[in-house]
């Protein structure tokens, strides 16, 4: 089956105190991205990737940082936590080939910082 | 990326056809019409786009105004199972586009009831 698979889905830990979101997709495609969810705010791109080795900043790329060492994966990570980063997280992927490009989004991982 | 204006929010009959308008009067030639849709608080997913021509999948069937100035998504037998935020989104198919970023809007509260 065709997905996008983060873990953890929640996460509660404090500030400061480094975390790695992981983000795999059995699809084959190029581009990866990560998306922050805030209430009021929408959909918000963190960074995303256009293949291996190959990264950019989103527009809130501040306090995260990602890899891109294998096609597959694409972990997001927070070397110093915030409150402010307390969100709901996508991991999103697709190819650029063909008409259709559709993201594929992974079910979300809820990230509390206190 | 073209702006949309979709209601805030509809409820509609378990069976019957769900119709989710949207407006994109500013929408150029070769930007696509896409519209996703979120259950709450798993990750967004792609219902169907197009371009001028109507277009219909398992899902749904998209309806392209002549003008493309509007669309309508429409969900032949909505199911509880529907209910969802429905999001429409206009973009160009630019393959080198961040990763082929989405930014949606505040789209459109889909309330199935029995």
């Known amino acids: 089956e065709a997905q996008v698979t983060q873990n953890p889905r929640y996460l509660i830990t404090v500030t400061g105190k480094k975390l790695t979101v992981t983000c795999s997709q059995n699809?084959?495609?190029?581009?990866m991205s990560w998306y922050r969810q805030d209430p009021g705010l929408g959909l918000r791109q963190i960074y995303y990737s256009m293949n291996v080795e190959v990264t950019d900043k989103g527009d809130v790329p501040e306090g995260y940082k990602v890899s891109r060492k294998e096609k597959r994966n694409f972990p997001l990570i927070l070397e110093s936590p915030s409150p402010n980063q307390t969100s709901l997280y996508f991991c999103?992927?697709?190819?650029?080939?063909?008409?259709?490009?559709?993201?594929?989004f992974g079910d979300g991982t809820r990230l509390s910082i206190l | 990326d073209a702006k949309t204006t979709q209601p805030t929010s509809m409820d509609c009959a378990e069976g019957r056809a769900a119709n989710l308008p949207c407006n994109h009067s500013t929408i150029s030639g070769n930007e696509y019409v896409y519209w996703y849709r979120q259950i709450h608080s798993q990750g967004p997913q792609y219902i169907i786009h197009g371009l001028k021509n109507n277009e219909t999948n398992e899902m749904a069937s998209l309806i392209i105004t002549e003008d493309r100035k509007s669309s309508t998504l429409i969900l032949p037998h909505a199911t509880l199972r529907d209910t969802a935020v429905y999001y429409c989104?206009?973009?160009?198919?630019?393959?080198?586009?961040?990763?082929?970023?989405?930014?949606f809007g505040g789209g459109t509260r889909v309330l199935v009831k029995p």
């Open positions: 699809m084959n495609h190029e581009y």
């Open positions: 989104i206009v973009r160009v198919l630019e393959r080198s586009s961040a990763g082929n970023k989405l930014t």
């Open positions: 999103a992927s697709s190819t650029y080939r063909g008409e259709n490009q559709p993201q594929h």
